[in-house]
């Protein structure tokens, strides 16, 4: 990173709700603030912008009802404790009514991000199931994020889909507010991280044409803004508005302005038109921790043109006194937020594990039938502060303290069949919160200094976890480290699976015990030198 950024004055800015005077409320009891502040629903929490709208909401003097289908999933959330939480799927009716019971104004922060051939359906039918439940329940406003797109094109199914649903929201005699972004730039975003890792680890390449179509990025914190002063808008506002930052670029503009804000050489851009948007998300899932099922929809959404034909949303949500956040601005708080491990919610945060009604392997008596396990437990010559320090630290940069190539080789395969394989990484290195990615795992469980439990996200014939423990040992230099793998076959071929891998197992899960029992003898020494 240059040496500019770090002298940026504002690098960490303040709560957006500071920038929108008159639009939000104040503390209860303050002048124009109802003692009872509004309530605030907000879905696609444990999502990359619901996880950070919510504590924004919060400093702008909202109550705030966290809406999921595993709340208890976001209780290493440092809002978690002054929130209220609500299990609902979206798609219920049920229970998306009793969750927007009594709410006055409610997020739609959720789309599909597969590209399956029924997601169009599923998309249009929880927006219809929620539109109904917000009218019926007497929600005051309806706010969506949606996607910036041209008019009198042919959109993709992606982007297609997501006007759709804004349509449907609009239709819902709810008052509504439709945002429609393009390219949102912010630590830990699909966007930034897929140009990110395109033009770092990229001194020369070949790229398709559309590289050459303008964009009109914006900001995180700016997306932010405009969501947290949409709840303040009158009532007889019902419609969408397109939102975007204050430059103009075509994606090789922005690669180019990104190398030379990273300290990058130029980087060589050559336009192609052989490159498919389909060839083109294989490529780019080569290249960035961005699967390919992600990066499609992506992509696609670069074949258009996508600026901003109005700024009218300026007259009811105010541009801040120091304007908009350009791009270069942007990029740089996006990587002090990287270089300082601070990034609070990231692409991966959406679950893709399995659905509510798979078993958990701490359940009483496994309800879901057959588990082959693989247990281990060894005595560690450390603390149980060192081996946790390292139980909390594996994936991403760590590694996974054994046979390298085989987890690279299976990381391979598992994008080669569509899955997150290991480029995924993590959050932050050295901690965890539940619902974290880790590599091709999801963080199921955490007890922080005894317990990590990780499902597997990979392609499997079943479901599969590795638990990662810490216990007493005979005394206080000893501790013993406890390790299951899990797995819960589906058919044959998850049985013909288990019996395939598991002579690995001793190399493999038996050479990574091992691997961590040293490493946290290593900072036991190097704490007790201390």
Known sequence: MPDDAHHLPDLLPEPVAATLPGLVPGPPGSAGRPERAPLVAVTGVTGYVGGRLVPELLAAGYRVRAVARHPDRLRGRGWFADVETAVADAAEPAQIRAALAGVDIAYYLIHSLDTGHAFEARDRHTALVFAQAAREAGVRRIVYLGGLHPHGEELSPHLASR???????????????????????????????????????????????????????????????????????????????????????????????????????????????????????????????????????????????????????????????????????????????????????????????????????????????????????????????????????????????????????????????GGPGLRRGRRVQGHLLVDDAVDFWRVEEVVPGRLLRLRAEMRLPGLAWLELSVEPGADDRHTVFAQRALFHPHGLAGQLYWRTVYPFHGVVFGGMQRGIARAAATVERVRTDL
């Open 163 to 417: 006007t759709e649903v804004g349509e449907i929201l609009l239709a819902s005699g709810v008052p509504t507010t439709v945002l429609r972004a393009a390219v949102i730039l912010g630590s830990g975003s699909a966007s930034f991280e897929m140009m990110r890792y395109l033009t770092e680890r990229l001194p020369a390449m070949t790229v398709p044409r559309w590289v050459e179509n303008r964009i009109q990025p914006i900001a995180v914190r700016d997306v932010l803004r405009y969501l947290v002063g949409s709840a303040a808008m009158p009532a007889d506002v019902s419609r969408g508005f397109d939102i975007g930052g204050p430059d103009v670029l075509t994606y090789r503009e922005m690669m180019h302005r990104y190398a030379a804000i990273a300290g990058l050489h130029r980087r060589l851009i050559v336009g192609v038109g052989v490159l498919t948007p389909r060839l083109s998300s294989l490529w780019v899932s080569l290249v960035t921790p961005v699967p390919a099922g992600l990066a499609r929809p992506l992509v696609e959404s670069l074949v258009h043109e996508v600026i901003c034909k109005e700024h009218d949303i300026a007259r009811l949500v105010p541009d801040p006194a120091g304007g908009l956040i350009g791009f270069d601005r942007a990029v740089r708080l996006a990587l002090r937020r990287v270089q300082d491990a601070d990034v609070t919610t990231r692409w991966s945060s959406a679950s893709v594990a399995g659905a509510p009604s798979d078993p958990l392997p701490s359940d009483p008596d496994w309800a879901g039938g057959s588990m082959y396990v693989d247990e281990r437990r060894i005595t560690v010559e450390a603390s149980p502060e060192a081996l946790w320090r390292v139980i909390e630290a594996v994936g991403g940069e760590s590694g996974w303290y054994s046979w390298a190539l085989a987890w690279q080789v299976r990381g391979l395969l598992d994008r080669v069949v």
